[in-house]
């Protein structure tokens, strides 16, 4: 095995190997721990390619085997197709002729089922290693930090899986017909050999078809690269407005943007037809040129082959094999081009997505958090291992927040990446005692959220540090983040698909049916979700949109329910509630935070009053922490300030 070859194996199997080390001995544990530092995600490198192509080895070795017989069998054609004329003309036994005739029938057999097995193998192993090369850009992608999705767009993001890497499968799927791709060149060098071998004086002439074509080729490449690269642009810039656009129809069509969102689609449009138009003059143009290159060696065939013929110089078989290489040569060398020029695009397209996960910076705790998957779990329909988060993950950070001394943000500075300059959180300082509830209050912008997206390991703080039970939190593994936190957001999103699906999400999609109705029951949601149609089988519709704030605000609610975590973040769980339902859940809050160390956000003041303690932030830091009666009880302080705009406002209604 060649060095490179090594290499390639090496890079792939050093992906191949992670296994979740979680719920084995612990020494092959601490083993796979360290050897996953190591194996961050795939490069995307070319050793890493190569090291993908390389595992289909056989697929390609079969593949060259049966091209190689395929071409040697389009070679042998003109010249049999020579010898028979030859034969016919000169009268020769009709015996030989059926021999020569039989040799033909043999090469046209076979050549379609070589063809057939040349393509099959092509193809499986390209699908076999995109299937791969999916699975580990969508893997990479969710590997990343949220500040990556705060700079992409999910159409930029979605694009990559979609067009970019189906660049690469249709250049695949496109070129292993017989004039494309390597059959082509391969074509091609051949006609020009055997040429030469059965004439070196007539060889020159069909060789014309050759430089003209290539020299046409040439200047087409050159010229449209531009071209391409414009097109290319527009069309991104094209499936991001309409992304965009489509996903927000409903705020669209409030404030009337259709024209708007029209007029920006249509300047994408004028920049991608021009490009076309473009594009479309310099394709005429080559393809009349490649017209005239084999006009001309028709031409100069016909009447240089014809006097060496007439002449005794050359027999007349090698002048047919010489018509008949002639249109070969010509579709090669253009299948050729064609190749070339779709190579290209098939490599930038590449490249885009290579750029993309090389710039990237992945969260390192989600390093082994997710195995990589490859084409055969795919071809076996096998469910990947996603053990760390489930139910044999390890507890450890469940224990500490079970036991311990509860959760402490210590002289937190934060601002988000998108803004470095704009300190959201400037010297934080709070604690979260464990077993109690702490209500986070303060005015919009505060950075209330802020610090539940911190709790819940979105962003890393960038100066302070944040302990569960003594430890910072960035010592515990995703997993076990996962499953000591809920969340319930300001916003929250169900994933398109039933009710009981986005419940049963809070428990790794594996909980019972049972567990989804008495989850649902806490949350209050089962009476309604038992007046739709369909029940727990009702479909929500993307982001939850066929459901109204308060139900959605109530499965996001049964999904942390159901995960039955120790600690429990609740941004304005219940913000979209009418009182009624905002009492009934509350109660279900209430059973449910017993014993746990809850931090909840609220703007209306009277849903916090029995917390065991109340934090007021300002400017990014905690100014005030006391009980109800202790902060009402200070004249002048900032929470009384709170709560006499609230009463105000509320009397004013
Ligand atoms: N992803 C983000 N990138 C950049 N800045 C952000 C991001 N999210 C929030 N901010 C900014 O951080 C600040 C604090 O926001 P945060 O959402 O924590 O406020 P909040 O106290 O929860 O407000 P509200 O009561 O309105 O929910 C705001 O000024 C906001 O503009
Ligand atoms: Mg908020």
Known sequence: MRRWEKKCMRAFDSLDEIQNPIGTDPLVKDLADALQLTRRRAPFDNEYILGLVWRERRHLAVAGVTLLLCTASNLAAPVLSGMLLEMLVSGQPMTKYAEVLAVLATGYILEPLLTKVYMFNMLSAGEKVLATLRLELFRTLLMQRLSFFDKHTTAQLTALISVELDAVRSFIFNNVSRDRGLRAFLEAAGSVVVLFCLSWRLAPVCSIVVVAAGLAA??????????????????????????????????????????????????????????????????????????????????????????????????????????????????????SVNTLSELRRASGAFQRVRELIQNSDPDPSMYGALPPGAWWEVANGEVPAVQPYGPSAGDKAVAAARAGRGLELRDVHFSYPARPDVGVLQGLNLVLPHGCTTALVGLSGAGKSTVAGLLSRFYEPQEGSILLDGRPISSFSRGEWAKAVSLVSQDPVLFSGTIADNIAYGKFGMASPEEITAAATAANAHDFIMKLPDGYRTVVGERGTLLSGGQRQRIALARAIIKDSPIIILDEATSALDVLSERLVQQAINRLVKGRTVLVIAHRLATVQAADQIVVMRNGQAVEVGTHDDLIARPSSHYTELMSVQNLSMAST
Not at 233 to 240: E, Y
């Open 218 to 335: 040439a200047v087409y490449r050159r010229h449209t690269r531009d071209i391409e690269r414009r097109q290319g642009q527009a069309l991104s810039r094209m499936v991001t407005v309409a992304a965009q656009a489509l996903d927000n129809m409903r705020i669209v069509r409030s404030f009337a943007g259709e024209a708007l969102e029209r007029e920006r689609f249509q300047a994408h449009v004028g920049a991608s037809y021009r490009a076309g138009l473009a594009f479309a003059s310099a394709k005429a143009w080559f393809e009349s040129a490649n017209r005239f290159a084999i006009h001309a060696s028709l031409l100069a065939l016909y009447g240089w082959g014809g006097w060496l013929v007439s002449t005794g110089l050359m027999p007349v078989r090698v002048l047919v094999s010489g018509i008949g290489f002639t249109f070969s040569l010509l579709y090669a060398v253009q299948g």
